[in-house]
C-alpha cells in the first residue's frame, strides 16, 4: 500500500490517453490501475539504467542502459 502512494506522488511519465488508445485498438479495456502500474515500470526500466550508467563512469544514459 505505501508503494501505491508513492506512485501516485510521481510524477507521470507515460501519457494516459495514448497508452488507453493503443489498448483500445487491440480490443482490450483499460483498468484504473493500469497506467499507474505502466508508470512505475517505466521509473523502474529509467532507475536501472541510471545506476549502469553511473556504474560504468558515464552521465549518458544509452539504450543499451535500458
Known amino acids: 500500500m505505501a508503494k501505491q502512494k508513492a506512485a ?3 510524477e507521470s511519465l507515460v501519457v ?3 497508452v488507453k488508445a493503443y489498448i483500445k485498438s487491440k480490443k482490450m479495456m483499460t483498468s ?3 497506467v499507474d502500474a505502466l508508470n512505475q515500470v517505466v521509473y ?7 545506476a549502469r ?3 560504468n ?4 544514459v544509452k539504450a543499451q542502459d535500458l
Open 53 to 55: 550508467t553511473k556504474a
Open 44 to 50: 523502474s526500466i529509467l532507475d536501472s539504467g541510471i
Open 32 to 34: 484504473s490501475e493500469a
Open 8 to 10: 501516485k506522488r510521481q
Open 57 to 60: 563512469r558515464r552521465s549518458t
Open 16 to 18: 494516459t490517453s495514448k
